[in-house]
């Protein structure tokens, strides 16, 4: 009896040979972490394929003293667009012309024309407005990929989103096919914002957000630059050094 053949799922050939607009939604914990990363990520496919990265970051908060320390911002940013702050300090340190908008998605931007969107937000509630946002829209981005964390452990996927006519057995499931408790609207959501940075790391440690970018970062890496993935995400726990990927679909 043959072994059964590792799982992967493969860069579509659309990819190749051109830029990739990525839609980043929040710029906080694990989204300021993944758009640091993705400068990185940026400089590395251009030096090893003829890819590149577009990103544009939207979030609509701004910089408090609670998010020193846990998030890379410095005393000097307090009082300033996170979206903003940080792409521009990207841009300037890397020569990039990458976009921020300071507003909430889905109503401050466009997910048309975006390749990968991102989603790196603290409710549930968030999650379904960008999931009515996609499934209203006529072009969809090939994928989602999203964040999520609690104290000292969390999670990222990446998924298909829906496209009309599309193949259905070769697609990913998104965020909310795979939690589909995320669906519950009577489920109460703790986004309450904290006050100081002591305040802050009790309700999170202070690397989770850095651990679980790091990961998500490296699956987008594998998928970008080496052309594909053997596993679609994973649970990441801090407190028990546990990292369980998230298995792809049969038949992919």
Known sequence: MQPDKPQRHFLPAAFDNRGIRILLVGCGGNGAQMLMGLASLDTALRAISSRSLTVTAVDDDIV???????????????????????????????????????????????????????????????????????????????????????????????????????????????????????????LAEDDAPSCSVAEALERQSLFVNRVLASHALALLFDLLGRGSIGHAGAFINLASGQAVPIPLPRGD
Not at 84 to 92: A, K, Q
Not at 103 to 114: H, I, L
Not at 144 to 173: E, F, H, T
């Open 64 to 186: 408090t003293e609670a998010n020193l320390g846990r998030q890379p911002f410095y005393r000097c940013d307090l009082g300033n667009s996170k979206a903003r702050t940080l792409t521009e300090r990207i841009n300037l340190a890397h020569g990039l012309g990458w976009k921020a908008v300071h507003g909430r998605a889905p109503d401050a931007v466009d997910t048309e024309g975006t390749d990968i969107l991102i989603t790196c937000v603290d409710t549930a509630s968030a999650r379904r407005a960008l999931g009515a946002a996609l499934s209203d829209g006529r072009v969809v981005p090939t994928y989602w990929m999203d964040l999520g964390n609690r104290a000292s452990d969390g999670q990222y996927l990446i998924g298909c989103p829906c496209r009309p006519k599309g193949n259905v057995k070769a697609r990913l499931p998104t965020v909310l096919e795979a939690f589909p408790e995320l669906a519950d609207e009577t």
